[in-house]
């Protein structure tokens, strides 16, 4: 069966309107394809992306501080008992002295003239110790003697006092008795014989004169016994109530107030020698320290003599971790008239034999520099040379808050002369080097919030929009990171962190 075309003849004016209408409808699909592409441009351009970058990687540390003598002695006058040190002549600094040498000149008549004084009380002592031995003797011997006269005292005093009571008192009390039995007798006798002499006188009826005068004789010796007998009475209750007990009181505390003199006196005399003892004792402990006090100043005025410890080259004031005091601080102390304190040092000796670099380390630096031990010393004073040094940490605590210290020791050439103690110093260490490392700019590196130990950088996924890629940095070298993995030299990178 034969196909059948057919042709469509139309008129021309409709030819030509559907002709521009298929034109119009390809021109606005191509302008929309144009302007989907001019945005993606846009989109595009609005990222400004780098490449990570090769380059060599140097990462060095400048460390400052200062050269030192480690042979350097600091000078100071270590007194024991002198305080007064007064500058005479002050020292020269930069001069050359010997071991021995003086250093600096001190006032020493004062010290000298104390130290007489001080022989002068040691030989009165000495002479006063000496007699007071000799006394010491002579009281021992003394006090021997005397020992014994006081113990033949107590017994005496205690036979007395004895025989006293077995024998004194009750014959005292006996002859009271006895004397009253007397009176008694007489009176009696006499009363027997004028009674007699009455009976004998009344038988004769007459009485002559004669016998009237014996009977008023006898009346009267009776009259006289009477009163007598009378008052022995009263002689006898007193002896025997007041006299005799008063005697015995008396004689028992005579017995004892010698008994206690006596005992007393044992007791002491013993006392007396040890307290002699104790003042000889004394006087040599006195003795003892007055031989040490000159002993002690004796030495001070050695020390004051200032005799330089080593030979080398003086240095008006003092080097700590390498830094020079300078000598204005001293020099007020040091001009003639001016006062030391014991123990203060102002003047080093340095033998300029060696020469040595102390350097401060900041803390943050710590970790990086502990792990290396050698590099290179510049000097403002040698600006041209380059001195190799070999260093370890040398304090394992800080020196002063966040800082520690490295001692340097310096490779110096013969012909060159070293640096002098005191002089300022840089010590400079490299702590990495890397040829060909990759790297970015810090700027383009970031850190996770919430993962700080995490780092990343942004890049363009396919449809243009900013995602995190995780990477693993080295070291960091002014403002440059090194990067490990996670990128190559053709990765492109947002340089900056994007906004949204």
């Known amino acids: 069966m034969k196909r059948v075309r057919f042709i469509l003849i139309l008129p021309l004016p409709i030819l030509l309107f559907l002709t521009n209408t298929v034109f119009s409808k390809q021109e606005k699909i ?12 846009v989109k595009e351009a609005s990222f400004e992306t780098i490449t990570p970058q090769v380059k060599d990687i140097l990462i060095s540390h400048s460390l400052n501080g200062f050269f ?18 007064k500058v005479v002549r002050s020292p020269v600094h930069g001069k050359t002295v010997g071991k021995g040498d003086q250093v600096i000149a001190f006032d020493l008549e004062r010290i000298r003239n104390k130290i007489g004084d001080l022989k002068y009380e040691l030989s009165i002592k000495s002479l006063n110790l ?5 006394q010491l003797k002579k009281d021992e011997e003394i006090n021997n003697i005397e020992l014994s006269k006081i113990e033949r005292a107590s017994k005496y005093n205690a036979a007395v006092f004895d025989y006293f009571k077995s024998k004194d008192l009750p014959y005292e009390k006996k002859s009271a008795a006895q004397e009253l039995k007397r009176y008694e007798e007489s009176l009696s006798y006499s009363l027997e014989e004028l009674n007699q002499l009455k009976k004998m006188y009344e038988e004769d009826d007459l009485t002559e004169e004669t016998e009237e005068i014996i009977i008023t004789r006898a009346q ?21 109530k007041i006299q005799i007990p008063k005697s015995e009181l008396d004689r028992k505390d005579s017995f004892n107030l010698r008994r206690i003199a006596l005992n007393t006196d044992k007791a002491v005399k013993p006392q ?3 307290i002699r003892k104790l003042e000889i004792k004394k006087i040599e402990e006195e003795k003892k320290l007055l031989q040490l006090k000159i002993s002690r100043l004796e030495n001070d005025l050695n020390k004051l003599k200032a005799p330089s410890p080593i030979q080398g080259t003086i240095f008006v004031g003092t080097f700590d971790f390498g830094k020079w005091s300078g000598k204005k601080l001293f020099e007020p102390k040091l001009k ?21 670099a102390k350097v401060v380390i900041p803390e943050k630096k710590l970790f990086e520099i502990s792990k290396l031990n050698k590099g290179v010393i510049e000097s403002a004073a040698h600006p041209n040379i380059k001195f190799p040094a070999k260093f370890k940490i040398s304090e394992n605590l800080p020196i002063t808050p ?39 700019p810090i700027s383009s590196v970031f850190q996770d919030k919430n993962k700080p130990e995490v780092d990343y950088v942004y890049l363009l996924s396919k449809k243009n929009k900013p995602i995190k890629k995780v990477i693993e940095k080295g070291k960091i070298s002014e403002s440059n990171v090194e990067i490990i993995s996670g990128l190559t030299h053709k990765t492109k990178v947002l340089k900056n962190k994007p906004s949204h």
């Open 272 to 274: 007396e020698i040890k």
């Open 130 to 134: 000496n007699i007071l031995s000799i």
């Open 220 to 240: 009267n010796e009776v009259n006289r016994l009477k009163f007598a007998l009378e008052g022995a009475k009263i002689r006898n209750e007193k002896n025997l």
């Open 402 to 440: 966040s800082n520690y210290s490295l001692t340097a020791n310096i490779e110096i050439p013969k012909e060159i002369p070293p640096p002098l103690p005191g002089t300022s110093c840089v010590l400079k260490v490299v702590s990495y080097e890397k040829e060909k490392a990759l790297t970015l």
């Open 30 to 41: 191509v302008d929309a394809n144009n302007s989907l592409e001019n945005k993606q441009k």
């Open 336 to 356: 003639k008239g001016g006062i030391l304190k014991p123990y203060e040092e102002f003047l080093t000796i340095c033998p300029l034999n060696k020469i040595q």
């Open 68 to 85: 030192e003598d480690p042979e350097a002695v600091p000078f100071s006058v270590e007194t024991e008992d002198w305080n007064e040190i």
